[in-house]
T-cell receptor, first 111, second 112 residues
Framework: KNEVEQSPQNLTAQEGEFITINCSYS?????LHWLQQHPGGGIVSLFM???GKKKHGRLIATINIQEKHSSLHITASHPRDSAVYICAVRPPSYNTDKLIFGTGTRLQVFP | DGGITQSPKYLFRKEGQNVTLSCEQNLNHDAMYWYRQDPGQGLRLIYYSQIVNDFQKGDIAEGYSVSREKKESFPLTVTSAQKNPTAFYLC???????????FGQGTRLTVV
């Protein structure tokens, strides 16, 4: 079993829909990252969370440390949001930025 | 603009040849990382470096080598000892440990 599980693996939506991507992890963590990977392969860091909630534009990320769960929400989705969204966690026992990655959620938003 | 540059974007090599992937950053970050991405799997750490002239093996270092002679540069060599080198390789950097990581655009290596 992977230490970081994402769901769903694939997601399609119509433009304007509210989208939720989930991430569950089985290890203790010091931080959780949400990343966006575009079709060309480059990765952009969206959020780094250790508690609570963060918002950036139409993106909202939440984390529940007790339940070992995080969600990424996209409001008013747009075709340009189509990408793979990756959850990654950093265990606190490591003395470096060694992240454990989920396998990603592929999102397609249709006009 | 500040960022991480990986080159080339696509690379083809014959089996048995060593190949070096370039990663340069002008963000003044101390830490740099190399990851490998295969279909259906999460990114896996190959090597990382927290400071110039120092680097550590990650989870899948066998068949790879790195150097960190300059703060800005962290090249990865895929040697002939790597049994399955065809993959997408991503370089990343961060200011220090436990800070947000910035990623490059990746290099897709195909060994034929």
């Amino acid at each position: 079993k992977n230490e970081v599980e994402q769901s769903p693996q694939n997601l399609t939506a119509q433009e304007g829909e509210f989208i939720t991507i989930n991430c569950s992890y089985s290890v203790g963590i010091s931080a959780l990252h949400w990343l966006q990977q575009h079709p060309g392969g480059g990765i952009v860091s969206l959020f780094m969370l250790s508690s609570g909630k963060k918002k950036h534009g139409r993106l909202i990320a939440t984390i529940n440390i007790q339940e070992k769960h995080s969600s990424l929400h996209i409001t008013a989705s747009h075709p340009r949001d189509s990408a793979v969204y990756i959850c990654a966690v950093r265990p606190p026992s490591y003395n470096t930025d060694k992240l454990i990655f989920g396998t990603g959620t592929r999102l397609q938003v249709f006009p | 603009d500040g960022g991480i540059t990986q080159s080339p974007k696509y690379l083809f090599r014959k089996e048995g040849q060593n190949v070096t992937l370039s990663c340069e950053q002008n963000l003044n970050h101390d830490a740099m990382y190399w990851y490998r991405q295969d279909p259906g799997q999460g990114l896996r750490l190959i090597y990382y470096s927290q400071i110039v002239n120092d680097f550590q093996k990650g989870d899948i270092a066998e068949g790879y080598s790195v150097s960190r002679e300059k703060k800005e540069s962290f090249p990865l060599t895929v040697t002939s000892a790597q049994k399955n080198p065809t993959a997408f390789y991503l370089c990343a950097s961060s200011i220090s440990v436990n800070t947000e990581a910035f990623f490059g655009q990746g290099t897709r290596l195909t060994v034929v």
